[in-house]
């Protein structure tokens, strides 16, 4: 439990700032001490109105709180606490709550609750009853401190679901419900599997990449030609391919040697 000391400010108008020192006195400075008062460390002249006493109040006998201004060389009397503080009467106020889905289920968390409290957390689907059974167990559940936070997972696909909590220390003190906080159920995958998926994707690749790049720089000569074949080029693309052009039909004709017979014949 945390115990703040806050005041008003000090109505009088101050040519500097004002500073406020805070003092507490248990049953041990009243009945042992003479009416000893003792500071609080963290309130001397302080510029704030407020006070945290959560560490100099930690018994739960009575204690007596007062406080006094100072402006400049000027100092107010004190101003006591009207009666006397017991931790036991403490208020308890509504928890800070958090409710976030996450895939098919939700996640409870809190802020700042004290150590020795227990959580009372309730929980249904929005346009149901509240006494419906979620998970196999009641609407309501009780958690200690160290168990937070709540995970409520197998919950219905597109359904709102509504979470309210308050803290209590035993049966008599105990906080008010916090508002109720009302969280869609919309997508059942879990949110971290997609970029998974993409990070080892892309690790994949990255490591076939470098086998590649790897395996060509470093392959021996042996080993590239058994892994890869090299496959003969056909005949038009050799290079020992004659290099005087093949005569045409046409040609041939013309360059063939004609032999002609000549018949003289005698005229008489």
Known sequence: MRHTLTWQPLAALCGTAALYTVQFQGEFERTIFN????????????PHTHCDLTSDLGSDSDYAIRVRAECGRLTSPWVRLNGLFNRRDTLLSPPEMA????????????????????????????GGDHEVRVMGQTSTSVLLVEQTPLLVAALQEGAVYCVQASIYLDAQRRSSPTH???????????????PTVAM?????????????????????AEGCHAHF???????????????????????V????????FVLLVELT
């Open 35 to 46: 009416d000893s008062w003792l500071d609080a460390p963290q309130c001397q002249r302080t």
């Open 99 to 126: 409710v976030a889905a996450m895939g098919d289920g939700l996640r409870v968390s809190f802020e700042r609750l004290p150590r020795m409290a227990s959580v009372s957390i309730t929980f249904w689907r929005q």
């Open 180 to 194: 109720p906080q009302c969280v869609a159920i919309t997508d059942p995958e879990e949110p971290w599997k997609k």
């Open 200 to 220: 080892v994707t892309v690790v994949v690749m990255a490591a076939l990449l470098f086998a590649v790049f790897w395996s060509v720089g470093h392959c021996k």
């Open 229 to 251: 074949q090299k496959e003969p080029l056909p005949l038009s693309l050799r290079p020992d391919w004659p290099k005087e052009r093949p005569a045409c039909p046409e040609q």
């Open 253 to 260: 004709e013309i360059c063939e040697p004609i032999t002609a």
